[in-house]
């Protein structure tokens, strides 16, 4: 099966950038960042905690999911399909040798 996994961007409420600096010293990188760390978007230099972040960007998040959801179901009716054909070559086949 294909990669299904995504990564949603969290944007900035007030500006829409996607760029945000940690500002706590022990996880500089936002993403390894606890929820309650502060972030800062680097571009208007709003002031957020990760979790206030998330909180805004929720309805986004849950989107890709929902996506996420109907491509994981694509995919496994696609194998399954596949799975169905395969098996009835093969009883096709087995048909074929007994007669
Ligand atoms: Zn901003």
Redesign the pocket.
């Given at each position: 099966m294909k990669d299904l996994s995504r990564e949603v961007s969290m944007l900035?409420p007030?500006?829409g950038?996607d760029q945000f600096e940690s500002l706590d010293e022990h996880y500089p990188d936002p993403s390894e960042a606890p929820d309650s760390a502060l972030l800062k978007?680097s571009?208007?230099g709003?002031t957020y905690t990760k979790e206030e972040l998330f909180q805004e960007n929720s309805e986004k998040i849950e989107l890709a999911v929902e996506e996420m959801k109907e491509e994981v179901l694509q995919e496994v009716e696609k194998e399954l399909k596949k799975a169905l054909r395969q098996h009835r070559t093969i009883r096709k086949a087995r048909t074929e040798l007994s007669v």
């Open positions: 900035c007030v500006c950038n978007c571009d208007c709003a």
